[in-house]
Nanobody
Framework: QVYLTESGGEVVQAGGFLRLSCAAS????????VAWFRQAPGKMREFVAR?????????SYSDSVKGRFTIYRDNAKNTVYLQMNSLKPEDTDLYHC???????????????????WGTGTQVTVSS
């Protein structure tokens, strides 16, 4: 079983940048799909970005963050990062990383495909 811990969230001004970290323990992330989701109080959990591992890695993004956010993995640190640039007030949310070994997670943006979750890190973008 893999355990995930997020960090890096803080208060930042609009137009700024942050890098979120998702550190894994208990298992290697090599064979997991790892994704970032975000959720505001009272709202649905929203897919942000996905990194598919294995022999041929790939990434995908939601339309709202495409071109601004980048997801990548550091194998040596067993950590997945989310580089967030050109932040907007609407990016304010609690960000969670999640991991899955389900084949469907490689192409699905549904949070229900992910069995392993961190507790989240808060990102606040001020205008």
């Amino acid at each position: 079983q893999v355990y995930l811990t997020e960090s890096g969230g803080e208060v930042v001004q609009a137009g700024g940048f942050l890098r979120l970290s998702c550190a894994a323990s208990g298992d290697s992330l090599d064979e997991y799909t790892v994704a970032w989701f975000r959720q505001a109080p009272g709202k649905m959990r929203e897919f942000v970005a996905r990194f598919v591992g294995g022999s041929g890695s790939s990434t995908s993004y939601s339309d709202s963050v495409k071109g601004r956010f980048t997801i990548y993995r550091d194998n040596a640190k067993n950590t997945v990062y989310l580089q967030m640039n050109s932040l907007k007030p609407e990016d304010t949310d609690l960000y969670h990383c999640a991991a899955s070994t389900s084949p469907r997670s490689e192409y699905s943006s549904l949070w229900t495909e992910y069995a392993y979750w961190g507790t989240g890190t808060q990102v606040t973008v001020s205008s």
